[in-house]
């Protein structure tokens, strides 16, 4: 299955700021999500990303909270753009894998001060 | 129609012990249902998946029971290890290229020694 290194695994913020988080896949995938784990919850996808078009988002994301960028098939981040404490969850990517399913990184663990 | 339900929330078990957790869909378009672990501070790693054309598969200490009729599926871990305390998530999805999954609400499972 595909390994996908996540950075930065935690951060601590401070409110009104913004945090890019990277996401790398040993191989090349065709679409990346992007989930949101909020403290002891599940998880909800905030959107997919597909190399060379617009990200979609679910509802209740949007891109302007959290731009998506997607510069090659291996290669993905997620901006949380003026950040609030409520922002504060574990973000996820994830890829799918033919034969493998979905993996996951390890997660970015954000806390908004 | 895109909901999975999940239960119990928490479950304690002894050691060599059946640990069972039950989930329910509601989409019969859904036709990968996979389980996931995840433990602390890491991302959610696959466990085990079934498809509808089978009602049951194991792997090791782990077996998925699959009743399509009902739309409910189950994760039975036999032999319950204190190293299986983590937080149990089903999800299930459709089985196209990019098709989200949709996760249940988790299970925290605690194996005491």
């Known amino acids: 299955s595909a390994v996908i290194s996540q950075k930065p695994s935690r951060d601590i913020c401070q409110r009104g700021t913004s945090l890019t988080i990277q996401c790398q896949v040993d191989s090349q995938v065709t679409m990346m999500f992007w989930y949101r784990q909020q403290p002891g919850q599940s998880l909800t996808l905030i959107a997919t990303a597909n190399q060379g078009s617009e990200a979609t988002y679910e509802s209740g994301f949007v891109i302007d909270k959290f731009p998506i960028s997607r510069p090659n098939l291996t290669f993905s981040t997620l901006t949380v753009s003026n950040m609030s404490p409520e922002d504060s969850s574990i973000y996820l990517c994830?890829?799918?894998?033919?034969?493998?399913?979905?993996?996951f990184g390890s997660g970015t663990r954000l806390t908004v001060v | 129609q895109q909901q999975v339900k999940q239960s119990p929330q928490s479950l304690i078990v002894q050691k060599g012990g059946i640990s069972i957790i039950n989930c329910a869909y509601e989409n019969t378009a859904f036709d990968y249902f996979p389980w996931y672990q995840q433990f602390p501070g890491k991302g959610p790693a696959l466990l085990i998946a079934?498809?509808?054309?089978?009602s049951e598969k194991k792997e090791g200490r782990f077996t998925i029971s699959f009743n399509k009729s009902a739309k409910q599926f189950s994760l039975h871990i036999m032999d319950s290890q204190p190293g299986d305390s983590a937080t149990y998530f089903c999800?299930?999805?459709?089985?196209?290229?990019?098709?989200?999954?949709?996760f249940g609400e988790g299970t925290q499972l605690t194996v005491n020694p």
């Open positions: 079934i498809r509808p054309d089978v």
């Open positions: 994830s890829v799918e894998t033919t034969g493998y399913g979905y993996t």
């Open positions: 999800a299930a999805s459709m089985e196209t290229s990019g098709s989200r999954l949709t």
